[in-house]
């Protein structure tokens, strides 16, 4: 059976010249990054070298990138730095970030911290709610870039405007991270570069390989872990060179080809939202294109549930997301996104993800749009 | 020939048995010799006492202690040392079965010792002072207490001296052993107390073989899964077992589409005790075995369980009537079925579970809204299309 995969916002697969890069860098490459012997130094300049290459093309100073195992160290990397302050301190949240980040909301106030969490309506932080939320003891707002189940884009650079002028008016200082892991090499960087303090990347999501990822953050932060002194002390562990170097390659071309996959996306996804528009039974969450990624589209069937519709798309060999898990026990958890923007439970029961690459055709496209079509005509009439 | 490890039985209601308790003490030497095989066990009824001999090598303890752990009609066991009638032969052996408990836990202990044999030239009490005397002078922490001891130690002076002692006591489940009552067929879903029922069940002695109906694709495979585990960890307890899947689907979604929402959950109920029936039928079981418990949900009323019931022809035994959860938890705990049971992979209710079931049916009303499905032909379809997965040992 040949299978269509429509979930990269989970995980891409790895690129034919990534996969090169990799193998070229680890066999070129053999000694650690920081061993003095002349394996070790050609080692740490090539590392050197990417990591000016990387900030060339991200345009900021290369001290300021630091190479983690993924996204979610990353980001781990600053809550955990704002965890350790002394004084207790407040902080922003939107109520869509991802796990990693919303996770550790219990952590912050189990050590004294508060937290105020934000609704995002129709998976959108509004520049206001982030105005009303912000105190003279706030330090961290953490908003994402790019929704990973919406495909929502916020709009970080109001919502940073709103924040230096808080700054100002109060002469306190409030570092806004943003997870830019579904935004990085997929949407322009003027979306979110400029604004943020820090931002988190991953390379799988970019037909890079897994287990390596990049933190920016042009603020210092306190490191929750000593170690080797790798990463100028930030990040200790030996650096995973080959995974850095084949991360590099699929981040320039994806922001060499930026604004063409851009539109091919976009015109695929329009055609799928187009084709689906057919039934009313599927209802398009995602928000018109100006706010929203091309490569995400999240969707609902309301009678049919999430998990239950992924299965039987999987039975014919297409792999799409579910937005929540059918289980009770973990449904408020699951479904919580698309809760906190706003939409109704029978809409969170059969939440869905479709998200692709630029590499999609229009084959794919017609059919996924077809299989959607007959499995939701065919449930729903077996439903009653 | 290869060294023999002893233990001694302990049986519990079997003792209660009259004229026909050789018939139960076969049945579960029968089951023990099932769950051993290859390590040629052998029984011997000795004065009351049950012995088994099993072939001493690798992984041949671990082995035994699995199986006798979880066989009914054994309350109880331990590993016994034989040797020699001779009191040096004798300490030396309590010294070997004791010692490892007491060298951690020096408790207060007693020596019971018994002397069938009176040839023997020490009496039971002088027996009972020497040995008492090597366990104070190796585990001096240890003290004498023939009142309330914590511990205590049984030397019994037959053909040969038998040594064991409760601090090698292991609980086996009680009851009687499986398959002096026939066959039942348990009706098997993936949450906490159709388990236990099937244990509880083979504690009376009765044989099971397992049904689940399967959703597929409202309810997942992982769902599956977890009955297929849930009857693998219960096998044992029940001497094991052959689970039957139904594919459930279309008669479900034929129960959807044909009944008013408020009956369906006792719709889908009525047909699997019917299909149940079905196979009960074929597979020669004489009573259904469901983990209900009275007023749990909905669909445990006593208005509920008169409707269900009546789809049936046979008993349905319902050994967690009258528990409390925590009481059935405590059991799934104890028989390593609760951290499977609680994986969240449960029926993928929201579709087919009514927002508001009928809690007190009439039941000639629900008969009729059974009739008007005309579903019988899916029914037996259903019962007919099993899938058999074997987990007899």
Known sequence: MERYYFDWAASSPISTEALQVYTETALQHIANPSSVHSPGRAAGAALSGIR????????????????????????????????MKKRPIHLVISGIEHPSIFAYIQRFKQLGHSVTILPAPGGRITPESVASALRPDTALVLIMSVNNVLGTIQPL????????????RHRCRIHLHADAVQAFGKIDRSHYLPHADSISVSAHKLQGPRGTGLLYSRKPFLTPSPGGGQESGMRPGTENLPAIAAFYQCSLRCHSNLEADLAHAQSMKDHLIMELASRPAIKVLTPPQEHASPYILGLSIPRIPSEVFMRVLDDRGVSISTGSACSSKNRKKAQRIFLQSGFDQR?????????????????????????????????????? | MAARQLYLIRLGEICLKGENRSFFEKKLRTNITYKL????????????????????????????????????????????????????????????????????NPQSFKVNARRSDKSFPLSSYEISCETGGIILDTFPQCRVDVHTPEISIYIEIRDKAYIYSSSNMIKGP??????????????????????????????????????????????????????????????????????????????????????DNSEHTLLMRYCM??????VADTVHAKTLVTGESLSQVASQTLESITFTDSASAIPVLRPLIGLDKEDIITTAREIGTFETSILPFEDCCTVFSPKHPKVRPDKQAMTDSYESLKIEGLLEEAAKGCEVIDLRF
């Open chain 1, 157 to 168: 650079e109001q919502i940073s405007a709103v924040i230096r002028a808080y700054e100002q």
């Open chain 1, 347 to 384: 809409l969170c029961d059969g939440a869905l993800r479709i998200s692709f690459g630029p590499s999609v055709t229009a084959d794919d496209i017609a059919m996924l749009s077809r299989s959607v079509i007959e499995e939701s005509d065919r449930l729903l009439k077996e439903m009653g």
């Open chain 1, 52 to 83: 000016s290459r990387f900030a060339s093309l991200m345009g900021v100073p290369a001290q300021q990138l630091f190479f983690t195992s993924g996204g979610t160290e990353a980001n781990a990397l600053i809550c955990n730095s704002f965890l």
């Open chain 2, 174 to 259: 009680g009851g009687l052993p499986v398959g002096i009552a026939g066959k039942g067929l348990l009706l098997l879903s993936g949450g906490i107390d159709s388990p236990v029922a099937g244990y509880r069940m083979a504690t009376r002695g009765l044989r099971q073989d397992a049904i689940y109906f399967h959703t597929y694709p409202y309810t997942s495979d992982e769902a599956l899964q977890k009955v297929k585990d849930l009857a693998r960890i219960i096998a044992p307890y029940l001497s094991g077992l052959t689970l039957y899947v139904v594919p459930f689907t279309k008669a479900q979604l034929h129960i959807n589409a044909n009944s």
């Open chain 2, 37 to 104: 095989k290859g390590l040629h066990p052998a029984f011997r009824i000795q004065k009351g006492r049950f012995f088994l001999e099993v072939d001493d090598i690798e992984g041949s303890e671990a082995r035994t202690e699995a199986a006798l752990s979880t066989t009914s009609g054994l309350v109880a066991f331990s590993k016994t040392l034989k040797t020699e009638k001779d009191i040096e032969a004798i300490k030396e052996a309590v010294i070997a079965l004791t010692g490892p408990y007491f060298s951690k």
């Open chain 2, 273 to 278: 005790v019917k299909i149940a029936n079905m």
